[in-house]
């Protein structure tokens, strides 16, 4: 039979819409993971955590006097990333319970960071800094 061309026309525009909204996407993905920045922080915990076997295995030579700390990485600003911590969103048990505050002048300086390995190597140089020093540390 005879097609007045229409329904072509509507599944063109179809085809055209979908091409778009799919580029359109992998367009924002590309640019989020181009400018996507990491940051390292440091959480001061109460020094209750010291009762923790768990800590305490993993700081055998924590100095007593000395604050304890938890260091992490997080694609976050450090002060959202405290306050997941705090409101139990992908939070980390010694956080949730015992985080008192941010410690900017033990991460300013090395933020913001520009790839994922990157803050994995510092989050884990600061960790070893901190326990060298005596603190009691935790850091996933």
């Given at each position: 039979m005879f097609s007045s061309g229409r329904e072509h026309e509507c599944t063109n525009k179809n085809n055209l819409f979908f091409y778009f909204l799919v580029n359109y996407k992998l367009f924002v993905g590309i640019i989020v993971v181009w400018f996507m920045q990491y940051y390292v922080y440091v959480i001061r915990l109460d020094d209750a955590v010291l009762k923790s076997r768990k800590f305490k295995r993993r700081n055998p030579d924590v100095n007593m006097g000395l604050p304890c700390f938890y260091v992490g990485q997080s694609c976050h600003p450090p002060e959202t990333r405290f306050w997941q911590h705090k409101k139990g969103y992908k939070s980390n048990r010694f956080v949730k319970e015992f985080g008192l505050g941010l410690c900017p002048r033990l991460y300013e300086s090395f933020n913001p960071?520009?790839?994922?390995?990157?803050?994995?190597?510092?989050?884990?140089?600061l960790t070893e800094r901190l326990r060298i020093k005596?603190?009691?540390?935790?850091s996933n």
């Open positions: 960071i520009g790839t994922r390995k990157e803050a994995e190597s510092l989050e884990a140089m005596g603190h009691g540390v935790w």
